[in-house]
């Protein structure tokens, strides 16, 4: 039995009204975390966005493509995905490429034009082949453009 002049246990439990108030704080903040996740995932792709579209192809870029292409064939592969973007990136956001359409080239900006460009004046004269393919869906609208480099 409680004694006089100290709480009861009833009394130490918090009230409905509480409970709810501290369910509400952990939710706010749950989605505060959530907001400045998309935040600093949206300003990455800004970041992205704005290097696809001002800067050019880098060394260290077709070095990858190079490696890619090489691990693909030594793994007995005719086939390599060399580099993706989001399709937002086409003049288009994507829909030639996705409906493929013969002039999805033209649609291409920045890296992806000039390594489109590249692979005409370089790896097609040496029998390669390129496409373009809309490699996912969020939301059921085109995400990433994939260019895959063929030697079949």
Aim: proline share 5%; hydrophobic share 40%; with cysteine.
């Amino acid at each position: 039995m409680a004694s006089k002049g100290t709480p009861s246990d009833r009394d130490q439990i918090p009230s409905a009204d509480e409970m709810r108030m501290t369910l509400l704080e952990k939710q706010m903040q749950e989605i505060e975390k959530r907001q400045k996740a998309k935040a600093a995932e949206e300003m990455k792709l800004a970041k992205f966005a704005e290097a696809f579209l001002t800067e050019q192809v880098s060394e260290e870029e077709r070095d990858m493509i190079r490696r890619i292409a090489m691990n693909a064939m030594r793994d007995g592969k005719f086939e390599a995905m060399v580099y993706s973007f989001p399709s937002d990136l086409c003049t288009d956001k994507g829909r030639a490429i996705n409906n493929a359409d013969p002039n999805w080239p033209s649609t291409l900006q920045g890296k992806g034009k000039e390594l489109y460009e590249r692979f005409q004046t370089i790896a097609k004269p040496k029998g390669y082949k390129l496409k373009a393919m809309i490699i996912d869906f969020p939301g059921g609208v085109p995400g990433d453009v994939g260019l895959f480099l063929s030697w079949a």
